[in-house]
């Protein structure tokens, strides 16, 4: 956005006077089809940046709230199939459930039939990976431009080094006039580089950090999910039900039974999520 503002600067910038015959819109005029070049270049890689950045923060955000409608009252079901009608069409969390109960489906049907624990393993993590690929999408532009923009302006600083040269050398002498135009144009070319490989960076790494958060969730579920499976229904997960409605502990494990928990710890470890309402806790990572 603040190429965008330059621009629109330069482009102003005559219309108020030529008080400035060193600006932006003069650098460009005066370094030619390379300067123009290497600005519309940048120009582009800011724009599609800045692009990825918004449309990959809505479908993390997409995500997150699944995993929240999840934590709330997918767990509640009587079996899987009705479960999977609480959650969204194009749901990630529905997508996971839809090839376990695939997987499920297949696996009757093999001749020659593996483990099922390792059969229903592979298949879950293969959607799992499908579901990280699809959010890894377009993170690869952002390390690019990341990487790229300020040798991309660097190209045109050394044009603009090379052009005051050459001025220099034409005219004799080194005096402020001569190298001031090409000079500023070399500074500008870097500035611009800088200005877009910065926010490239920042938000590559910030995606690549909310991407993992979301992978973890999704790990998690999927175990649950391999768990519920594998014992007919009789594992589920068990959250915490620090709620009022739950009343005493005694009344909060007797809920619990009632879902079909178990009531071994080692049976299913006890992971922080969110209460039996919905409440969120520090599992909602961002």
Known sequence: MSILAL??????APAGGNNNPYGLWQALQQGGIIAWSVFVILVGMSIFS???????????????????????????????REA???????????????????????????????????????????????????LGEGLAFLATVGSTAPFIGLFGTVIGIYRALIKIGASGQASIDVVAGPVGEAL?????????????????????RRNKSIMEDLAAFTNDLHGFLMSEGRVKPRFAT????????????????????????????LRTGATQTGAQTTADRV
């Open 7 to 12: 621009t629109a600067a330069a482009a102003a």
């Open 50 to 80: 800045f692009y990825i950045l918004f449309t990959k923060l809505m479908q993390q955000q997409k995500i997150i709230n699944q995993g929240r409608k999840v934590r709330a009252s997918f767990w509640n079901s009587p079996n899987l």
């Open 84 to 134: 999977a009608t609480k959650l969204d069409a194009r749901s990630a969390y529905r997508a996971i459930v839809d090839d376990a109960l695939v997987a499920q489906e297949q696996h009757d049907k093999l001749t020659d039939p593996i483990d099922r624990h390792d059969w229903m393993g592979n298949s879950l993590a293969r959607s799992q990976g499908a579901i990280g690929a699809r």
């Open 188 to 208: 500008i070319m870097t500035a611009l580089g800088l200005v877009v490989a910065v926010p490239a960076v920042l938000a590559y790494n910030w995606l690549v």
């Open 242 to 269: 620090g709620t009022a409605k739950a009343g005493t502990a005694d009344a909060g494990r007797a809920a619990t039974a009632t879902a079909g928990s178990p009531s071994s710890r080692t049976q299913e470890p």
